[in-house]
């Protein structure tokens, strides 16, 4: 199995650490007036979501992970399976956890493509796309007099998520929503 030499750590690479899959957040290099360099690593544990720092001394080496990220079209949930399909002609099928969708079923949407990381054949991460397109299913129409200050009213979307938007959206809007933030961007067209 490959390895990566502390010289080769980059954010975004996965690696195994006490056996289990981490990818690394941040990786800064750090060269002491005295002593010998190290890097100092952020990491998230892909399996527990945990996130810590630790610090390598400079030309250690990690093992990678078996880790792959596909593109796949959400299809369904079950109640206690979400399940994936391939996008690449194959329709192979994956059922992730709720553990592995997490806080992404805010933004599970039937027929969107989503980006699954595989560890060792199963689905430990549901990552949406930055934007998703969905539908206001509810909120309260905006008050004449309440622009003075640009204001939001909280609206829940179709997946169930509430996120807040200007007074102007109503339901049965189809907004633009950033999943990095779970902030309205725009209105979008159906």
């Known amino acids: 199995m490959a390895s990566y030499s502390t010289n080769e750590f980059r954010s975004g690479l996965k690696v195994l650490l006490d056996g289990e899959p981490c990818s690394i957040l941040e990786n800064e290099f ?25 610090t390598f001394k400079s030309g250690e ?32 099928q994956y059922a992730a956890d ?19 990381t595989l560890y060792n054949g199963s689905p430990i991460s549901v990552t949406p796309p930055n934007f998703v397109i969905l539908e206001v299913a509810q909120t309260d129409p905006g008050l004449k007099g309440d622009t003075a200050q640009g204001g939001t009213k909280p ?29 309205y961007v725009s209105r979008a067209t159906k």
Do not use: C
């Open 30 to 54: 750090v060269k002491p007036g005295k002593g010998q360099a190290f890097n100092r690593v952020k990491l998230r544990n892909l399996n527990t979501g945990r996130v810590w720092e630790r």
């Open 61 to 92: 080496t990690l093992e990678a992970a078996d880790v792959i990220d596909l593109e796949m079209e959400y299809l369904y949930s079950d109640g206690e399976f979400y399940h994936f399909m391939m996008t690449d002609g194959s329709y192979e």
């Open 98 to 116: 709720t553990k592995a969708v997490g806080d992404t079923v805010n933004w599970l949407k039937e027929q969107d493509v989503y980006t699954i």
């Open 155 to 183: 609206a829940t979307l179709s997946t169930g998520a509430v996120v807040k938007v200007p007074l102007f959206v109503n339901e049965g809007d189809v907004l633009k929503i950033d999943t990095r933030t779970g902030d």
